[in-house]
């Protein structure tokens, strides 16, 4: 069973900035797939950013150029650097692995609370 366990969360100001680190308890380079998902209250979870193995990344709209999913394989630890945070970037932050075999196969990490206020 893997874990995957966020931390960085907390309260900011508008236009600050928050690093969200995810420690694997496996290699990351073993996963397909790692990405930052974002729940706010009442809707549903979103892809934030997604990181292949190859290092391909992609944003969600609202977060490109202010966000940016980075790994260091060394630490089994991936990243998200989140600068000129907006009010509306508040949310629990979830870190996701996921492996392609058969069928896919997704890891979650228990969430990190962001607050930005304005």
């Known amino acids: 069973q893997v874990q995957l366990v966020e931390s960085g969360g907390g309260l900011v100001q508008a236009g600050g900035s928050l690093r969200l680190s995810c420690v694997a308890s496996r290699s990351i380079s073993s996963f397909n797939f790692m990405a930052w998902y974002r729940q706010a209250p009442g809707k549903q979870r979103e892809l934030v950013a997604i990181m292949t193995s190859g290092g391909n990344t992609n944003y969600a709209d609202s977060v490109k150029g202010r966000f940016t999913i980075s790994r260091d394989s060394a630490k089994n630890t991936a990243y998200l650097q989140m600068n000129n945070l907006k009010s509306e970037d508040t949310a629990v932050y979830y870190c996701?692995?996921?492996?392609?075999?058969?069928?896919?196969?997704?890891?979650w990490g228990q969430g990190t609370q962001v607050t930005v206020s304005s």
């Open positions: 996701n692995a996921r492996l392609i075999e058969t069928q896919p196969i997704n890891f």
